[in-house]
């Protein structure tokens, strides 16, 4: 034989080598695809189940909808981890608030502040201790020399909103209060708004059914989110995108805003006299969130978009009605590290900015917001004594 037709074998042999391969990996590769897809879904799905497996979520477990709105069982005990693989205790009290505050009386010589609001100020995913409740306790009862109690009746959902609230004035004002605490969000006011921002697309590019069902699990979906925004810039984008649909933050009302604003003033109203019939008085706070503060920071802000006007005009209502306006926004922009005061998820402060925005309210209500708390009124009530 030729070295010609040795050579012309050879190539043939080689070809058909080749195409066997193909067809080899035509076949085998997918399944590897597919396997890895699977092990992958599968290992997170155990990740999930291990990490949130002492969890009990709140929702169902201690917290139920009533006729004002989410209310925990009285006396009940939750568990929840939180982002940062820490396991979360919610003990409530004997009326169902997260303080080990009594609601049936108040001790004598106590000044008791009651912190009104939504899972925020409640502190949902932080330790009480660390609370904005328990924080400002401590701060103002150093500040002030005095014994000032924080009793947190904020409660996750829709607690915070304003139609609900002066609906539960009553059982409110039984707990004695000497000043009502409302912090306020963007979700009491606006609370089928999108999403603060759109979750990631858990498995949304995958062709295989069974993945994008797996992946689109809420424990699953929760661990992406989380992983994927704690990166300032890739929560920012996403939250961008989802801004313009957001009403609050249109520069121009939309007709449900319009609706909105004849609504919101008569519940404040409501709220205020309320309070001011017991000699009470109502601080009012709005606490922007993740992607509202990121909108603030801004600038030149987007083209039709108003960060500011929601703030503005709780202010106005609030002021109108007597209540008074603490407005933290400016300082929460001025903080060294605004985005870091907010978990991932950026509905909620972490830790850090419920220690941080106790500060500011600390500072602001013995500063002459709250005669009772300035000062001054320290000085008489020593010279008193």
């Known amino acids: 034989m030729s070295v010609g037709a040795v050579a012309l074998e050879a190539e043939s042999e080689d070809s058909s080598a080749r195409r066997a391969t193909s067809r080899f990996d035509w076949i085998i590769l997918p399944l590897i695809a597919a396997a890895t897809v699977a092990i992958m879904g599968y290992g997170t799905k155990l990740f999930t189940d291990i990490r949130f497996a002492h969890s009990d979520w709140l929702m169902g477990k201690c ?3 009533t006729a004002t709105g989410p ?19 919610y003990r409530f ?6 303080t080990s505050l009594d609601c049936e009386k108040k001790p004598d010589g106590a000044y008791r502040i009651v912190l009104l609001g939504a899972s925020n100020p409640m502190g949902l995913s932080v330790l009480e201790p660390d609370s904005l409740a328990e924080q400002l306790s401590a701060d103002l009862s150093r500040s002030t020399h005095r014994r000032i109690e924080v009793y947190n009746a904020a409660m996750l959902g829709t607690s915070g909103a304003p139609e609900l609230l002066a609906n539960r004035m009553p059982q409110l004002m039984a707990l004695r209060p000497d000043l009502i605490l409302w912090v306020i969000s963007s ?6 708004k999108p999403d603060d921002a759109p979750a990631p697309p858990a498995g949304g590019h995958l062709r295989l059914r069974d993945a994008r069902r797996l992946l689109n699990q809420p424990k699953i979906t929760m661990v992406l989110k989380g992983f994927l925004y704690r990166s300032q810039s890739v929560y920012m984008t996403a939250y961008m995108k989802s801004a313009p649909g957001i009403a609050h933050l249109s520069a121009a009302l939309n007709i449900e805003e319009a609706e909105r604003m004849r609504e919101l003033p ?10 001011k019939l017991a000699g009470v008085p109502v601080v009012a706070v709005f606490l922007p969130n993740r992607g509202e503060a990121g909108i603030l920071s801004i600038s030149p802000r987007p ?3 108003d960060p500011d006007r929601l703030n503005n005009e709780l ?7 007597g209540a008074t ?5 400016p300082e929460l922009q001025n903080a060294p590290n605004w985005d870091g005061l907010y978990d991932p998820y950026g509905s909620h402060l972490n830790a850090e900015g419920h220690e941080y925005l106790a500060q500011i309210l600390a500072n602001a209500l013995t500063g002459g917001a709250v005669p009772a708390l300035s000062p001054n009124e320290q000085a008489k009530s020593g010279k008193t004594q």
Not at 93 to 98: A, H, K, T, Y
Not at 266 to 275: F, N, S
Not at 315 to 321: E, G, K, L, Q, V
């Open 71 to 89: 209310r925990a069982d009285p006396n009940s005990v939750c568990y929840e981890k939180n982002l940062y693989d820490q396991l979360v205790e």
């Open 315 to 321: 202010r106005t209502i609030m002021s109108s009605n």
């Open 93 to 98: 009290n004997s009326c169902g608030d997260r």
């Open 325 to 329: 306006y603490v407005d933290v926004v």
């Open 266 to 275: 008569l519940d404040v109203t409501t709220i205020v006299d309320r309070a």
């Open 187 to 192: 979700w009491d006011v606006n609370p089928d």
């Open 63 to 65: 917290v139920r909808q």
């Open 303 to 305: 083209a039709g978009i």
